[in-house]
């Protein structure tokens, strides 16, 4: 079993204000965030309550819920400043926080997470507007309380009246940094950077333990990104989420698919551990991996490690393009069993049938960048060199993405293509350790 320390902190840089326009600058208009790794078991669930002690090793359990790391981020709020740690969330539509009024019998309710006291700012305004939200991919999560205004610091950038929902501590939820679409109450963070100026357009990238707002770092893929239209799903309850049409998954060359399982939509998940699909689409990718056994109580496929070639390959397609990786990537190995599982798990909660989710493991492998204002997601194979950084700005309007190729989805269109609204790059790469 693999151990790893369960607290990481990264550098950060200070944001630099410039214009619209893409070139290679010595100061872009990009802002790098402070990057925390905090070890955690329970993802999506009492994280305040479940997370790991600091020198603790993780064991890898199979099941819905491994031990990983999850990515958070810090930051201040209020007037004197209140420090905080809060999830970074691609699915979410909005940024929460705990709130230290109301009963809580939990001693970890005010932990080094951080709770906010209104009445401790100066700066707050409490609005009268309700704060209700329903969130999560592996389950329902629902929160409800008030909205607040308060300044926000991160990353040396100071947002100015940011909208917060307040929660109370008896309620099952965490601190929340949403980066992908607001709605029409709750706007993300990544979208309140570019109103206020700090960058050009909406817009992150994530890769070697940065968080990276408002630009591409060219260093960090191989070849060009490959373009696809956002689309939104017909049975999910997110209408706007980071979401793409898969017309297929391959294994060894070969589709797994012969009975019309595809193509399906997948979503973009940071604070999920592995991809997951649907049972009908694992139980075809269980037939082709010899002595695989049936999605075990976690979803996961447990089958001899002597079963695979060195050299099998997965791949996942989207429009006309697959991305292709060594299998050996997507296996975790339990030396007590001598068993292999695959990290690529079915998943039949609360989940529609139907829906991919693309997770961390997944994301760790690729460079994504998701543009909101044009509704289109940009894919590229990581590359692992030491290649010094190129990282250049992403310029608001149409083809704001530098070196991009466009392609349209093939197949049947699984959802409804996004209308073009405002530009919101993200780049999501994770160096996730598992």
Request: charged share 20%.
């Amino acid at each position: 079993m693999r151990s790893d320390s369960a607290l990481l902190l990264l550098g950060l840089a200070d944001a630099a204000l410039s214009t619209a326009s893409v070139q290679a600058r010595d100061t872009p208009a990009v802002l790098a965030m402070p990057f925390v790794y905090e070890r955690d078991t329970s993802l999506r669930l009492s994280r305040r309550s479940n997370t790991l002690d600091v020198d603790a090793g993780g064991e890898i359990v199979p099941g819905i819920f491994p031990a990983m790391r999850t990515f958070a981020a810090n930051f201040t709020y209020g007037t004197p400043p209140q420090h905080f740690q809060a999830y970074l969330e691609t699915v979410t539509n909005g940024c929460w926080l705990v709130t230290a009024r109301g009963s809580c019998s939990d001693s970890d309710c005010a932990d080094e997470w951080g709770s906010y006291n209104i009445t401790n700012s100066t700066s707050a305004t409490e609005l009268d507007e309700p704060f209700d939200t329903w969130f999560s991919t592996l389950g329902s999560e629902h929160l409800n309380g008030s909205f607040v205004t308060d300044n926000l610091t991160i990353g040396g950038a100071t947002l100015k009246d940011m909208k917060m929902g307040l929660f109370d501590p008896s309620q099952y939820g965490d601190n929340t940094l949403g980066l992908g679409y607001g709605n029409e109450s709750s706007v993300s963070l990544t979208q309140s950077l570019a109103d206020a100026g700090v960058i050009n357009s909406p817009s992150f990238s994530i890769y070697d333990n940065t968080v990276l707002f408002g630009g591409v770092n060219k260093a960090k893929y191989n070849g060009s990104l490959e373009t696809f239209p956002i689309v939104n799903s017909s049975t999910s309850s997110l209408d706007r989420a980071l979401r793409l049409n898969m017309e297929d998954i391959y294994f060894d060359g070969k589709s797994i698919s012969s009975d019309k399982l595809f193509p399906l939509d997948a979503i973009f998940d940071v604070q999920v551990p592995y991809t997951y699909i649907p049972v009908s689409v694992a139980e075809a990718l269980s037939k082709k991996i010899e002595t695989a056994s049936e999605p075990n109580y976690g979803g996961l496929l447990n089958f001899s490690c002597n079963a695979l070639h060195n050299d099998s390959k997965i791949s996942f397609k989207f429009g006309d393009t697959g991305f292709e990786f060594d299998l050996e990537e997507f296996i975790v190995y339990d030396e007590m069993d001598e068993t292999c599982f695959l990290k690529i798990a079915s998943y039949n909660g609360t989940i529609d049938e139907g829906k991919i989710i693309l997770g961390a493991d997944f994301i760790n492998k690729t460079y994504a960048v998701f543009d909101l204002e044009n509704d289109e997601i940009s894919l590229a194979k990581r590359t692992w060199t030491d290649a010094e950084d190129d990282i250049v700005e992403i310029k608001s309007g149409k083809n704001g993405v530098p070196g991009t190729k466009d392609h349209d989805s093939a197949g049947t269109r699984v959802g409804m293509s996004v209308g073009v609204t405002t530009l919101l790059v993200v780049s999501a790469m994770f160096a996730m350790a598992i």
